[in-house]
């Protein structure tokens, strides 16, 4: 059991709008963002503003915390085996860049991977207070129940029982980041639920609903897999704080009727039939067997960066950077899995690490380590959260 230790709050205890800003576009603001774009007409340029004021704020909230608080900024051990595989990721990119001939590939994967990946880490890993993890969690609810109402609201005209297809959020959003948004609301209600009072468990159990409905939606079988492995992760670690909770019991049954009775729930028969019809003939195994054979030409050093696109984090680290690679990226998800562990059984900090058990298993079967940048921003948050636990519990 965590020991608690009188800690004095940074900053007084003092509510830092800024961290919290942050903490909330990093989980959900780019997705947040693309429906506004949506609606006033998507452009390349207010893509990149919207990415420029996220950076701006990253980069106010280091000057302030080293500068007016004099507060410094100090990596854990496991930020800094984090820091030592970008340093690696970095360096063998400057390399790729002077061989690439492609300026808008070059562009996009330094936009992404060193300003919005690399960079976004340190405003996380700045100590944070008691009540501004509070105010960002409750502020990342809101964000994640308005977002989950636009997906749903753009899907739901075309949804009928003689259609069965994946829905995408919106045209910025795929399949996959559309499903991961409703996870976004599974995981926050959840940790609403169970410190709510009895006559609010009802309330936070229709949200879950909402989020598991655009799971369903966006019929992905990625965020499904994220939310059963998110679900398990919950029961194993905090079994004592809902084991005689009658609603998440009920939760429980209605995920799996998802399937017993995805014939006639309508909504997830296209997800269902995906995860019953896979098969090693797909794309994503070739991908898989691609990005090792790259690898396996270059183990020492690595195939490259830039065009890595394994869909797995660690054949895409093997892929990138070689051996070393793949070593650094295993030893960086145990100390993530065993972080996850004290703080999911802490009551304010339970939300986080689940978030980062979605992005764990989402970085398995999806993306490139370039552009996975909730997963990097989670690991850096998760990390500092860990080492000033005391704060929290």
Same mark, same amino acid.
Request: proline content about 2%.
């Given at each position: ?174 399949? +996959? %980041?559309?499903?991961? &948004?409703? $996870?976004?609301? @599974?995981?926050?209600?959840?940790? /609403?639920?169970?410190? !709510? ?52 019991? +009920? %939760?429980?049954?209605? &995920?799996? $009727?998802?399937? @017993?009775?995805?014939?006639?729930? /309508?909504?997830?028969? !296209? ?123």
């Amino acid at each position: 059991m965590l020991l608690k230790i009188h800690e004095e709050q940074p900053y007084n205890n003092r509510i830092s709008k800024l961290q919290g800003l942050f903490i909330i576009l990093s989980v959900l603001g780019f997705e947040f963002f693309s429906f506004i774009s949506d609606y006033i007409g998507y452009s390349e340029t207010l893509s990149i503003s919207y990415r420029l004021f996220y950076l701006i704020i990253g980069i106010a909230i280091v000057v302030i915390h080293t500068y007016w608080y004099k507060g410094k900024i100090g990596p854990s051990t496991s930020f800094k085996i984090i820091l030592f595989f970008w340093v690696l990721y970095l360096v063998r990119s400057i390399f790729d860049t002077l061989q690439n001939t492609d300026n808008t590939t070059i562009t996009q994967f330094w936009l992404f991977s060193f300003l919005i990946c690399f960079c976004s880490m340190f405003p996380l890993i700045t100590k944070i207070n008691h009540s501004t993890l509070k105010i960002a969690k409750k502020g990342l609810f809101f964000l994640a129940l308005l977002t989950n109402i636009l997906a749903l609201n753009n899907t739901a005209s075309g949804i009928s029982e003689a259609i069965g297809t994946r829905y995408s959020g919106n045209e910025i959003l795929n399949s +996959i %980041t559309s499903g991961q &948004v409703g $996870l976004v609301l @599974v995981i926050l209600s959840l940790s /609403f639920f169970l410190d !709510s009072t009895k006559k609010t468990k009802l309330f936070y159990l229709c949200f879950i609903l909402l989020g598991l409905v655009n799971i369903g939606i966006a019929a992905s079988r990625g965020p499904l897999l994220q939310l059963f492995c998110v679900l398990g992760f919950l029961i194993i670690y905090k079994f004592d704080k809902f084991k005689y909770s009658f609603y998440f019991i +009920i %939760t429980l049954i209605l &995920v799996y $009727l998802i399937f @017993v009775l995805s014939e006639y729930l /309508f909504i997830f028969n !296209s997800v269902a039939d995906r995860i019953i019809n896979t098969n090693i003939s797909e794309e994503r195994p070739a991908i898989f067997i691609d990005s090792w054979n790259l690898f396996a030409a270059n183990p020492i050093f690595g195939h490259g960066t830039i065009e890595e696109y394994a869909h797995n984090i660690f054949l895409g680290s093997l892929e990138s950077i070689g051996f070393l690679g793949g070593v650094l990226i295993f030893i960086i998800y145990i100390n993530a899995f065993k972080e996850s562990k004290k703080l999911v059984r802490i009551r304010d900090t339970d939300w986080v690490a689940l978030l980062l058990v979605m992005q764990l298993v989402a970085a398995l079967t999806s993306g490139a380590i370039w552009n996975s940048f909730q997963l990097w921003a989670l690991l850096a948050l998760v990390t500092n959260l860990y080492r000033n636990r005391n704060l929290y519990a």
